[in-house]
């Protein structure tokens, strides 16, 4: 459900998508931060910083993003990893001037067709000028898609793997 006025102040949304493979299967791809491009239509590539190696709690990374008409726009985030919980869920935080801002979280449910995957984001900080940016550019509309984009690109991904080839949608996916 979207939060009231999220088109005007962004706070928190989510999307999710059932997928016929194991939680623990489709936890390491998202928990895979540095693949993140292959899945997501913003984020054009992340890299471990500071010594971090891989997807663990205070493991830091450098997201690197592009938006905007033809991906023009290019941005880089910093963040850390804050839950990785194999199968169950990952989280992380990026960073808005120094300061934790936007909360990504993917939860893993296991449920008889394979797992429901959940993305959402949460904010708590952004600059006055993206908060300015975000009306007229509706960053709430482009969140929703680029989280379909994303877990539709996992989806295939992950049943590819898992042998299962038929990736259509199943019923009550929200993409």
Known sequence: MTPRNQRWWLTTDSAEIIVNAAPEQVYRLVADLP???????????????????????????????????????????????????????FAFATEEGGVEGTIWRYQFEPVAEGTRVTESYEVSRIPVWARILDVPVNRHRELMETMRHTLGKLKAAAEARSGAADARPEAGDRV
């Open 35 to 89: 693949r993140m491009g292959e899945w997501s239509n913003e984020c054009a590539r992340v890299d471990w910083v500071d010594g971090s190696t891989g997807p663990e709690p205070g493991a830091r990374f450098v997201g690197h993003n592009q938006v905007g008409p033809r991906r023009m726009i290019r941005y880089s985030r910093n963040g850390r990893v804050l839950i990785a919980d194999p199968g169950r869920e």
